[in-house]
């Protein structure tokens, strides 16, 4: 069965870290670019940083310097380190992998900056 499960999303307030976990299962994540989503309330889904299979990354904007993401392939894991989190980091994040047409989602996991 092929799934990814998202991780590490909580409540955590301004300023703080939070890593979130992307773990697959069924398949074999090395070959697929791997990319986090977010959307918060009454906005829509956005694009906040993907890399590749041979490691090029990419990040929105407004998390620039703030977030990273990485692989583990050994681990078939993504990860996004997320730090110095803002209010308007609020979202549901999940991970995308992708690979020539064949596209897997997680659920997502909740994302709360808040005092």
Do not use: H
Not at 63 to 89: H, W
Request: aromatic content about 12%; glycine content about 10%.
């Amino acid at each position: 069965q092929v799934q990814l499960v998202e991780s590490g999303g909580g409540l955590v307030q301004p300023g703080g870290s939070l890593r979130l976990s992307c773990a697959a299962s069924g398949f074999t994540l090395s070959s697929y670019t791997m990319s986090w989503y977010r959307q918060a309330p009454g906005k829509e889904r956005e694009l906040v940083a993907s890399i590749t299979a041979g490691g090029r990354t990419n990040y929105a904007d407004s998390v620039k310097v703030r977030f990273t993401i990485s692989r583990d392939n050994a681990r078939n894991t993504a990860y996004l380190q997320m730090n110095s989190l803002k209010p308007e980091d609020t979202a549901v994040y999940c991970c995308k992998a992708w690979w020539y047409g064949v596209e897997y989602w997680g659920k997502g996991t909740l994302v709360t900056v808040s005092s």
